[in-house]
Nanobody, 120 residues
């Protein structure tokens, strides 16, 4: 069974930091681009950051300079280091990955979501 398992969410004060992780498992042939999306109450889901298998990263303007995406290809894991958090970052964060599955082919997969709440 293909899975993307997220961890690291929680409650943090404004100005604080959190580190999210997302690990892919299953009969993986290749892990292509991985990324993080978020969805706040009453808003559409938006791309936060993405990273290619070669390590090329892209960020939403709202998080540039504060968030850093990285990956460990040996562990099939993507991370999101979030610094200088503010209440506007409060959302459910979802991991996404373009995976090539043995015998199935290429598909987009989603993690279960993890809540990030920034509040004083």
């Amino acid at each position: 069974q293909v899975q993307l398992v997220e961890s690291g969410g929680g409650l943090v004060q404004p100005g604080g930091s959190l580190r999210l992780s997302c690990a892919a498992s299953g009969r993986l042939v290749r892990v292509n681009t991985m990324g993080w999306y978020r969805q706040a109450p009453g808003k559409q889901r938006e791309l936060v950051a993405s990273i290619t298998s070669g390590g090329s990263a892209n960020y939403a303007d709202s998080v540039k300079g504060r968030f850093t995406i990285s990956r460990d290809n040996a562990k099939n894991t993507v991370y999101l280091q979030m610094n200088s958090l503010n209440p506007e970052d409060t959302a459910v964060y979802y991991c996404n990955a373009d995976l090539v599955i043995f015998y199935v082919g290429s598909r987009d997969y989603w993690g279960q979501g993890t809540q990030v709440t920034v509040s004083s």
